[in-house]
């Protein structure tokens, strides 16, 4: 009896295991980066890609590239310092709709902006406001209007402040002022006429310089009294 009940238990065992690596495997924050799965890396990758070079400024190296799937434009890059490195791109999708955009703002070599649409429109976007390598700014679009803005104040990955969007302006900001993961204060502003924070304008449709990052961090109403 004791040999069988050895047996019924390793069997469980057994099975519990893969349970709990599939478990585990779900433990990555899903608010800290945007849906990979919603970019295809490949579009824009220039050994996968039929690849068009352009030296818009006549200096013998190429400031724009523009790949493609046989005639079909996947993705275009362009240089705007002309140091050889790619400060803005577009990924299409076969239609030609805008798939997912990425910038360099301040030229060091790592994109502050990811912006990802669905059928040409814009569903989410996330920024690098301080040019520390890390993203601290999240937006939630629907139906191409802005409906959400998580914001990470302290660079400690976790979102401290969230924002309501309505008609281009904000309506509510709820505050965690001492980053414990809990919600100190809420300011709201049902006429949408708070000054705490400016709609970020959204990267150019065309490949124009950018001068500098499209949204900067709200600064914290002071604490009431």
């Known amino acids: ?57 006549k200096d013998g190296k190429p400031d724009l590239w523009k790949l493609f799937d046989g005639t079909t434009l996947t993705c275009r890059q362009d240089d705007f310092d002309h140091d050889g490195r790619k400060d803005f791109l577009i990924a299409y999708d076969p239609a030609g709709n805008i798939l997912y955009k990425k910038a360099d703002f301040d030229y060091d070599g790592r994109f502050d902006m990811t912006e990802v649409f669905e059928n040409g429109v814009i569903t989410e976007a996330e920024r690098d406001t301080d040019f520390d390598g890390k993203f601290d700014v999240k937006e939630v679009y629907v139906g191409g209007q802005l409906n959400s803005v998580r914001r990470d104040r302290n660079g400690d990955n976790r979102p401290d ?34 000054p705490q924070a400016q709609a970020p304008a959204p990267a150019p449709t065309t490949a124009t310089p950018p001068v500098t990052a499209p949204a900067t961090p709200a600064q914290p109403a002071p604490a009431k009294p």
């Open 161 to 194: 402040q969230w924002e309501q969007w309505n008609d281009g302006a904000v309506t509510s900001i709820t505050y965690d002022d001492d980053y414990d993961g809990k919600v100190d204060r809420r300011d709201d502003n049902p006429n949408g006429t708070a």
């Open 1 to 57: 009896m004791a040999k069988r009940s050895s047996v019924i238990w390793i069997a469980a065992v057994a099975l519990a295991v893969p349970a709990c690596k599939g478990k585990k495997g779900d433990t990555t924050p899903k608010n800290s980066s945007t849906d990979t799965s919603k970019i295809d890396a490949s579009l824009c990758d220039e050994g996968k890609r039929r690849v068009e070079t352009f030296d818009l400024n």
